[in-house]
């Protein structure tokens, strides 16, 4: 069968996926006063659409900052207030001032889920589509699964189509960067990443690697010639980005200034709610990814190359983060989805690895592990190892599962089952990037000649 | 790395495609459904609540008990496994009752009754005459279990609009495996077990009566394949007469009083030649070519003092369905009769061939389709539903024959586009739309792949017609709902999907016909009974 007719079953199946997990609840659905990440949505669609630019980050009387003020960078407001304009051609009363706080309904609810699936057609799935094709190795089959893998990653659409977020936009867009980065398009690659980081701050985790790579590069050329003209055209593209999003706020110094204030809210605790509320989940992962980042100025190239069995070690790793969203999702009221999207991709990944790759101790990037073992613990079958540990890691997420769901837990300690999921989430987030780590310091001989063939 | 050979063992696939299609029916327990759940639910009730003697008196709710008594004792079964769901599910003046623990049981009973159905096409997958392929996409078994346990008309029908099919042709498909397998006692029992769960399988009946006798009773044929009248075996005419009347003796038996009253239940006298939303035949076809403006206005009557109701327009079960009449003006009206006689008509030439030339197991699978379509083309009051018992059997030709592989994309794309108004919220359109191309890509790109030998599959004029259904959908579910008269002509895209899609199943018909009448050269080579 022809490629495209793979590459499109594999998007219809996620977009099936999504649609269908749209159905069930969002976040804070019938909870008055305050409901959740939804009624934030619609009240930022609310504000954008009725207030002028310079309220919307302004505590005023129209504009209550403590009922959900917008706190991403304007390029949310933006897409709140495009979404707002469709809103109030479908029905005014979902955008009306003040009467719309709470508001829901079936048709609106409707209307929500079709602008994230509307972006996610636009900006995310084509951007995974391009980077299975170019970027991952290995054959043709190979680079449908790895897209079938991604497309089906059960955190991104509960947290997107159940709890209600936008997640696929900013990711999408930073997808898009590592894409034109990955391809050669510098300027291409800052500005997608440029816009990604003013629609969701949590983005400047990444830029770290982005800035180090492209500095790195410039250097390569050197910094007296091409380099340096390269240096000042993308500072240039990024400059002109930001100007270009922030214009409305730069008439008056107060207003970047108070943007700034609601973006990094360092007054507030992040962590106020110890059970995973999304930023805290969202920000542990970001972290990994950052200490990674941080090791190696290798990162993108890294992400490039990622050969498929490391590709579903990835894979396995975000299924532990996903687990960890348990408490938050169950308080959605998304168990069922919770349960068959994390079963589906779990199943998934197990058939494709046992059907597209063996399992040698070569493929798990054993090696490593053998050289440091070698001398203390020679008589050790660490491929077994491995395998007993997985099944094990597994058993005891399905056990967490089960007892965070059905089980009361003990008067004295009534938060026990969510700090649990988090402590063995992170047990795992340490394994995997010692794992990571190693991997990547251990070979890079591999990746410079991967490098060049690409 | 290096590209390893697959080391899976080759079942491995089959179970994949299951577990996934599985997932994807718990994922749409939330979704909509439609009355016929709470045809089931009621069914549950009263098989709990009240003793045989009665279920067929019960009529509490309107969603009486119109399925044979086989059908009854599975829901009764059921109905002890839901008592640990919601207790108050089973109370029969529980009219509508849809608590969350109901949902999920209704939907989890289907999902699991369609085990059968996995079985059934496991069964189906071995009596493929060859099963190579260059890898494993390419492979005829794997194409023919995508088309069958993906099948997009029994996905929206069983698991959205929610109905017990899949269960129901597992059943059907193992009957025909059987009878492949030169099983034909267990062919023959599946078959009465199945009529004694869903009676509309009688339009198929005639296939397995005369093919049992042809090939069956009668032990050998000539060299020329013609019939050799001495070989006629007794023993195995009263062997399957005994499975058939023990399997009715089984199933009625407890019901041999009351029989008049089962029957009028099974088969409910009722006016109207089509249902509320015309089924995609030849009857949609007539009523067109009437020109009769009455039709017209007697529907926009009925709108206007709402007596069709066009959120129920597209009705759940064999009850369902409102009164009608069809006054034809130019052309002679049509009544019951008229379509039994067109029906047996229709499927005589089919029958007369196989009796006279059988091919074998493939020339009665090829019969089967024919009544099947036969039926749904020219009976009464027939649903669009009907039209999964021709496209599921054929995939089982479609992969093995190029003229059948282009007979089902014609069929099964129009028919499963002819299902789409039965999803009519706007909630499941993106489910219906997204579902229908990945079956449409999937069974176009693997039939083309199979079949790549000997230029395109469907020439331009199928080409087009085929793509035409875009607009059409985009007219009706888009544009249409838009513009000023969809107040005042509401039914217009309805009827419009009807005659469109009737156009193609016509076609897919005729061709199906010519196949079997033309195929004489190859039942040489195949060995009959």
Sequence with gaps: MENWSLFSLCVLLGLTSRWAVSFHSYSGAGKPPMFGDYEAQRHWQEVTYNLPVHEWYFNTTNNDLNYWGLDYPPLTAYHSLVCAYVAKLLNPEWVELHASRGYESHSHKLFMRATVLFTDILIYIPAVLLYCFYFCDGSSKQKVATALCILLYPGLILIDYGHFQYNSVSLGLALWGILGLGLGWDLFGSLAFTLALNYKQMELYHSLPFFCYLLGKCIKQGLTGRGFFQLAKISLTVLVTFALCWMPFLSDPKQPLQVLHRLFPFGRGLFEDKVANTWCSLNVLIKIKTLLSRETQLFLSYCTHLGFCLFLRLMFFLFVFFHSMLPLLVKDGLLLPYVVTSLAFLFLSLYLLSALERSTEEELRLGIYRKLTRHWLPKLNLSRIIKWKFWFSLVAMAVLSFTSVWLEPPAKFPDLFPVLVSILSFLHFLGFIIYFNLVQLMEPQRKKSQKKTN | ?529
């Design chain 2, 1 to 529: 790395t290096v590209m390893a050979a697959p080391v899976t063992n080759d079942q491995s696939w089959f179970f994949a495609l299951a577990l996934g299609v599985s997932f994807l029916k718990c994922l749409l327990i939330n979704a909509y459904h439609s009355t016929d759940f709470e045809v089931h639910r009621n069914w549950l009730a009263l098989t709990h609540s009240l003793p045989a003697a009665q279920w067929y008196y019960e009529a509490t709710s309107e969603w009486t008990l119109d399925y044979p008594p086989l059908f009854a004792w599975f829901e009764y079964g059921l109905s002890h496994i839901a008592r640990f769901f919601d207790k108050e599910m089973l109370v029969v003046q529980n009219l509508n009752y849809a608590s969350p623990a109901t949902i999920l049981f209704q939907r989890l009973s289907v999902i699991v009754a369609d085990v059968v159905f996995f079985y059934a096409v496991k069964e189906c997958c071995k009596c493929l005459r060859e099963d190579k392929g260059k890898d494993l996409l390419g492979k005829p078994s794997f194409i023919l279990t995508v088309l069958l346990l993906w099948n997009f008309g029994l996905l929206i029908v069983d698991h959205i609009h929610f109905q017990y099919n899949g269960f129901l042709f597992g059943v059907l498909l193992l009957s025909i495996a059987r009878h492949f397998q030169n099983r034909h006692f267990e062919g023959a029992l599946l078959f009465s077990i199945l009529l004694n769960l869903k009676h509309i399988y009688l339009y198929i009946a005639p296939a397995y009566g005369i093919y049992l006798l042809r090939c069956f009773c009668f032990t050998q044929s000539n060299a020329d394949g013609s019939l050799q009248w001495r070989s006629f075996s007794v023993v195995r005419l009263v062997t399957l007469g005994t499975i058939v009347l023990s399997t009715f003796s089984v199933s009625f038996g407890p019901f041999i009083g009351q029989l008049p009253q089962v029957l009028s239940r099974l088969f409910p006298f009722k006016r109207g030649l089509c249902h509320a939303y015309w089924a995609p035949n030849i009857w949609a076809l007539y009523n067109i070519a009437d020109k009769n403006h009455l039709i017209v206005c007697s529907y926009y009557e009925r709108v206007k003092f709402k007596l069709l109701d066009i959120n129920k327009l597209p009705k759940a079960s064999m009850t369902g369905g409102l009164v009608q009449e069809f006054q034809h003006s130019v052309l002679p009206s049509v009544s019951p009769l008229a379509t039994l006689i067109c029906t047996v008509l229709s499927i005589l030439p089919a029958l007369f061939r196989i009796w006279h030339r059988p091919n074998g197991a493939r020339g009665f699978l090829r019969c089967l389709v024919i009544c099947a379509l036969g039926s749904f083309m020219f009976g009464w009051h027939v649903h669009e539903k009907a039209i999964l018992m021709a496209i599921l059997p054929l995939s089982l030709l479609a992969v093995e024959s190029r003229e059948d592989a282009r007979i089902f994309l014609i069929l099964s794309i129009t028919g499963h586009y002819s299902l789409f108004p039965l999803l009519f919220t706007t909630q499941e359109l993106p489910i219906k739309i997204f579902l229908m191309l990945l079956f449409t890509i999937f069974s176009l790109t693997s039939l083309k792949t199979l079949f790549r030998k000997g230029g395109a599959l469907l020439n331009p004029l199928e080409a087009t017609y085929l793509l035409g259904l875009i607009p059409l959908e985009l007219i009706c579910e888009f544009v249409y709902p838009l513009t000023v008269w969809q107040k005042t002509f509401p039914f217009l895209p309805l009827m419009l999907t009807s005659v469109y899609c009737a156009l193609g199943v016509t076609y897919a018909f005729i061709r199906l016909y010519i196949s079997l009448l033309t195929c004489s050269d190859s039942t040489k080579k195949i060995k009959t009974q």
